[in-house]
């Protein structure tokens, strides 16, 4: 392989990860709040595929891509809702409303689907204005023949969709909320020892259902971005376990916004790989079967949450109701 | 001159809290019935009562945590309702919780400002919190490092940072729950000078304690409640810790054990060069060498958290160690691969661990049921190799109940039903009346009220007397200076020194438990 060919197959693969990644920075990002906030959030997985589903069929219905997203980020808003009264306010447990939530996104989608559109759970293609459209950034044409970093911006970080640069934008801006202003410092807080707040005279349950509304809108932005940017319709199971692997993807960052992204861009990466390569030749010995680069994403899944990453600490009330001791 | 006219504005201002007629239910238990309570301004009110007696609650209703039923509160004679916790701090009451309210991975700053942040950014709090906080430490003896994490500090230091939210929070009133549970003698006669600077200021102190010296050596007036009423308010100067603990109990208790000399025998327990490291590569404990002679007590002080755990964990056969121990002259199995809880107690070691709830009962089990652990095999309580009498085991139970006085004595009640000290009389009763060559007991009154105390350190001093050997370990000083004949004080997983109860007193002890050595250790 020539240098020049490596290069380009470098900047194809780094473009493929970037836009696989978004669904795992959107949904990592959502688990990043919730979890951070105390509460455990197993249904990104259905949020994002209630919002994928209905993002697609308004979209699709209206001729509005805007009305798609907001009409996705309204569903999935709707079963974080959910997922809040039961935990929150019911003081249910939380794995067992995220599993639930999944199921019935899972059933809703395909029944309603089928009901709507006829076609076994599928929604009609979309046509290209009920998607998004590549954004060129300034200067990428212009700035192309500039060696090595002119293809870099062109190719690699010009010329995705508009959620692309979303979520990118999100990840700082979910750093600085965290940890530089007071809405971030007391939504941590609910997450550690409920109790400081709630004796420092501040609503555990307000900030809680806060950082579940947001993962709804996050997950939603995920679920929105799957159907109309990196497909062209919703398909049943589209999410295919992406929330859980931007679960592994959280506890591999250790619940810290910038080693989500780069987490949720080591899973895309592997993804990339398999969509590129599927078949990886080993000096010409033997041929890495497509099946195994495939499972590379879950692979990896398997093996951090068995916790051969090191030890990663949960936020300390994690998955606790707060309940006022006597 | 200035003393004159604090006590004049004392006088004539009105008090700072005023408690009327509140009452207080949590279904059909009546946890304040009609509570009357006046704080002065400026003073040091103390409030004394046995658990259940309801002065958390009533802290609570004052702290805005719950409502009460019935009821007034005034502040410096303002009418002022307490709905929630903001309102309680907007008051200008300030509460240090028995258990810290901390964040532990956020740092002193941060949870100084924790619900007090001036604005949406964090910035200008948190130099804002760092300038009050210098003042605060130099005014009184709080100094923190303002930028440590929380759960790098020390207990002292973390209930420092408490204070500090709470001045921090412009508080006039503050109350304190048990504040000296977790401390050395030396952090609590610290927080003692803390609390008589911010009385010279004029703040109000209200202290929640069940330690009787603590009320007198501190507090200007003392509140007692018994069974959710305030059955008294009495100038601290004219009352004394016997005349406390009758008003508490409801009947005559006594504060000393009266206890004849030990006349010990041979060796029961040897331990030569103990040591054992935790899965964290830590040692904890480094070499540790002592014996328990038949008919003593030997106490082990030292500050939770020194070795003292671990040490009773592999006597009682659930934590491998590396070293020697002799039972009556025969050796034990160390690997943990040959032993455990119930071996150990076939050789004749019965065992009172230090967290009752956690290891010496199963919680939603019945008392008649927690009555076996450990003596589970024993033929008397299995009718074959697959029945259990229990028949048998209920007949047993509400006989040991009986003679230990447990209340309510009734074999088929959960163990979480019965109040601490109950509990504990539960776990005494399954380990003495086995009738053991050597007891292991641990913090065996953490948390039981004095009435209960008397009567289990009475049972322990009687085990003593029958010939048993047996090895206290308690954080409560006060306990180990009156039940034990030697004492023995760990500090980082080795023993500072043996010392004569009657020969030392509880600074010396303190010294100890600090890591500092004293030069009395000739005896």
Known sequence: MDTANFFLQALLTADMTIRVSVVLIFACLAGLFSERAGIFDIGLEGKMLISAFFTAAVSYQTGYIWYGVAAGIAASLVFALIH?????????NQLISGVAINFLASGLTVVIG????????????LSDAERFHEITLPFADTLRDVPILGPIYADVISGHKLLVYVAMLIVPLTWWL????????????????????????????????????????????????????????????????????????????????????????LFGFLEAISNLFPNINVFGLFEIPVQFTQALPYILTVVILA??????IPPRAGGEPYVKER | MANAQLKERQETAAPAIELVGISKAFGPVQANKDITLSVARGSIHGIVGENGAGKSTLMSILYGFYKADAGEIYIGGKKTPIPDSSAAIAAGIGMVHQHFKLVENFTVLENVILGMEDGPMLRPSLAKARKLLQQLSDEYELS??????VENLSVGHQQRVEILKALYRKADILILDEPTGVLTPAEADHVFRILQGLKEQGKTIILITHKLREIMEITDTVSVMRRGEMTA????????????????????????IDKKPATPGADILEVKNLEVTDDKGVKRLKGISL??????????????????????????????????????????????????????RKRGIAHVPEDRQAEGLIMDFAAWENMIFGYQNDPAYNKNALMMDNAAIRKETAAKMERFDVRPPIPALQAKNFSGGNQQKIVLAREIERNPDLLLVGQPTRGVDIGAIEFIHQRIVELRDEG???????????????LSDRILVMFDGHIMGERDPAKTDEKELGMLMAGMETNGGAN
Not at chain 1, 114 to 125: E, I, Q, Y
Not at chain 1, 307 to 312: P, R, S, T
Not at chain 2, 144 to 149: F, R
Not at chain 2, 468 to 480: T, Y
């Open chain 2, 291 to 344: 014996e328990v002679r038949a008919g003593e007590i030997l106490g082990i002080a030292g500050v939770s958290g020194n070795g003292q755990t671990e040490l009773l964990e592999v006597l009682g056969g659930y934590m491998p160690a590396s070293g020697t121990i002799l039972i009556n002259g025969t050796e034990i199995d160390l690997t943990g691969k040959h032993s455990d809880g119930q071996s150990r």
């Open chain 2, 233 to 256: 308010t009495v100038k601290t100067a004219e009352t004394s810790p016997e005349q406390l603990a009758e008003l508490m109990v409801g009947r005559k208790v006594l504060l000393q």
């Open chain 1, 114 to 125: 089928h009901a709507w559109f006829k076609k076994g759970g599928l929604t009609p293609p």
């Open chain 2, 144 to 149: 923190v490092d303002p930028d440590a994490l």
């Open chain 1, 178 to 265: 965290l940890y530089r202003t007071r809405f971030g410092l007391r939504l941590r807080a609910v997450g550690e020892n409920p109790a400081s707040v709630d004796t420092a005279g501040v609503s555990v349950v307000r900030y809680r259902y806060a950082a579940v509304l947001i993962a709804g809108v996050l997950c939603g932005l995920g679920g929105a971005y799957l159907s109309t940017s990196q497909g062209a319709a919703f398909g049943k199971e589209m999410t295919a376990g992406r929330g859980f692997i931007a679960l592994a993807a959280l506890i591999f960052a250790k619940w810290r916004p910038w080693y989500a992204l780069m987490a949720c861009l």
């Open chain 1, 307 to 312: 916790g051969f990453v090191g030890k990663a």
């Open chain 2, 468 to 482: 048993k050997a047996i090895l206290l370990v308690s954080v409560e000083l006060e306990e180990i200076l009156s």
């Open chain 1, 84 to 92: 809040g009264v039961a935990s929150i306010t019911f003081r249910g």
